[in-house]
């Protein structure tokens, strides 16, 4: 048992890195559900309007995420290494990632928006109107678009701020913008306090200023606190990053962008897939991820303390640590998950009934959310998988084993169920989420291997 079980002083920095993770991810999830039953009470094409659009920023924030995550892995290894200089570079990369990111995503989604969203829209038993919803989502897009920017750099400092081990101020100013996000969706959805009633555009203006609100946070208490962050010291006064950094990163970090950006245009193509058995089906699946994030906060917050502890230990230079420690951290993920699985499997008949839709939209929610609860804890152990093979560099090895088993299994299978059978959405979810268990075996050979266990800054 001693090889899944820790001691106390591991169990003690494991802790102190995952609870704020785990507790800002679950407020702003939390938020986020609270956000879209206040979307929902509008009616059911505002919430598919918004839901669609959702689906297309989060392949926005997940190009994001994945950019920075290449540029994050020498980070971590920097600050186990105590190089100041190297941490300076690799914030400096991770802004011109975010640049770029802004720039090609805003043309795109300006240029394309009304067609990525008529992909979703299908007729289905409720007849419910697909034009109302077409409008609504474009109304949604336009006022998205502004927070791109302030998410971008909040999310270049937050990340660089974990990965130097400081994990509370990114918690306190995501926690601080999610009920700015709840008091202005409140005021600005409804028209209350003399405010006028927007409906799905004031909930994109409440989103926007929430991400300025973190924004700002985070920045200011990055700066002011230098002492605690010596890296902010003359950040700014040159955009030069070394030569041979950038060729690093770029080999390190481009499969892993392109897996953030395939597996999230994987997700939304799914999600289009099941989308050809009627818009009701976009809302049902709207509401159960949603409630599902909420759940899922806990193996999410767990790969990114995976990523952390693994790469701090990689970087000193204490590989059979991190190959100990890997291990217990993961049979915690999945224990973990087996428990908030089986809580969300016993809330599913409830949470969707607060929802202001129709029965049939509630009673496939409930089943998607079943399906999802069942599945957690294998997951969990793919999404540990997947962080620790990153910690270590091995991006091109996790983009064949997330990405590209999403997109020659998972997507071609849900292809073929909507558009050459009559199979219900509920089945078809089960069979695409079940073919996951290849993923899992495959990741389990991948840590075996310990291919994993690289110190890339030692040369550095």
């Given at each position: 048992m001693k090889k899944w079980i820790g001691d106390r002083a591991f169990y003690r920095r494991l802790f102190t890195v995952m609870t704020p993770i785990l507790i800002q991810n679950v407020i702003t999830n939390f938020v986020s559900l609270l956000d879209n039953i206040m979307v929902g009470q509008?009616?059911?094409?505002?919430?598919?309007?918004?839901?669609?659009?959702?689906?297309?920023?989060?392949?926005?924030?997940?190009?994001?995420?994945?950019g920075l995550s290449g540029a994050g892995i020498f980070t971590a290894q920097f600050y186990g290494k105590k190089d100041q200089e190297g941490l300076r570079d690799t914030f400096r990369v991770k802004l011109y990632i975010s640049a770029f990111s802004i720039a090609v995503f805003g043309a795109l989604f300006l240029i394309k928006g009304e067609g990525l969203i008529s992909l979703f829209l299908?007729?289905?038993?409720?007849?419910?109107?697909?034009?109302?919803?077409?409008?609504?989502?474009?109304?949604?897009?336009?006022?998205?678009?502004?927070?791109?920017?302030?998410?971008?750099?909040?999310?270049?400092?937050?990340?660089?701020l974990r990965e130097t081990?400081?994990?509370?101020?990114?918690?306190?100013?995501?926690?601080?913008?999610?009920?700015?996000?709840?008091?202005?969706n409140y005021l600005l959805i409804f028209g209350k306090f003399g405010f006028p009633a927007m409906g799905v555009t004031g909930a994109a203006i409440a989103t926007v200023i929430a991400r300025f609100a973190e924004c700002i946070i985070v920045?200011?208490?990055?700066?002011?606190?230098r002492a605690r962050n010596?890296?902010?010291?003359?950040?700014?006064?040159?955009?030069?990053?070394?030569?041979?950094?950038v060729k690093q990163v770029i080999i390190t970090g481009t499969p892993l962008l392109a897996n953030e950006v395939l597996w999230a245009a994987g997700t939304t193509t799914l999600n289009q897939c099941y989308s050809v058995r009627g818009l009701e089906v976009v809302s049902a699946i709207n509401i159960s991820s949603t409630v599902s994030n909420l759940f899922f906060c806990a193996f999410f917050a767990m790969g990114t303390t995976v990523s952390i502890m693994i790469g701090q230990l990689l970087g000193a230079g204490k590989l059979e640590q991190a190959v100990d420690e890997n291990t217990k951290l993961i049979a915690f993920s999945v224990a973990l998950s087996a428990v908030v699985g089986a809580v969300m499997a016993a809330l599913a008949p409830l949470i969707p009934q607060i929802y202001n839709t129709t029965d049939t939209v509630k009673h496939l929610a409930v089943n998607l959310l079943i399906v999802s609860a069942v599945m957690m804890p294998l997951n969990a152990f793919i999404n540990a998988s997947y962080f620790t093979l990153r910690s270590g560099g091995k991006t091109q090895i996790t983009f064949l084993f997330d990405c590209g088993m999403l997109w020659a299994i998972n997507i071609p299978l849900a292809f073929l169920l909507s558009?050459?059978?009559?199979?219900?959405?509920?089945?078809?979810?089960?069979?695409?989420?079940?073919?996951?268990?290849?993923?899992?075996?495959?990741?389990?050979?991948?840590?075996?291997?310990?291919k994993w266990v690289n110190n890339l800054v030692a040369d550095q």
């Open positions: 509008v009616g059911t094409e505002p919430m598919s309007g918004v839901a669609i659009v959702n689906q297309l920023i989060f392949v926005f924030n997940l190009c994001i995420f994945g299908h007729e289905g038993q409720e007849r419910l109107d697909l034009k109302a919803t077409l409008n609504y989502g474009m109304s949604y897009l336009h006022v998205m678009l502004i927070q791109t920017i302030p998410f971008a750099l909040s999310q270049v400092y937050s990340s660089t081990g400081e994990t509370m101020l990114p918690m306190k100013a995501g926690i601080a913008a999610v009920f700015v996000n709840l008091l202005f920045i200011c208490w990055t700066h002011i606190h010596p890296f902010v010291t003359e950040i700014y006064r040159s955009p030069r990053v070394p030569l041979q950094l558009r050459f059978t009559s199979l219900p959405v509920v089945e078809m979810f089960i069979l695409v989420e079940g073919v996951n268990l290849i993923k899992s075996v495959i990741g389990f050979r991948l840590l075996k291997s310990r």
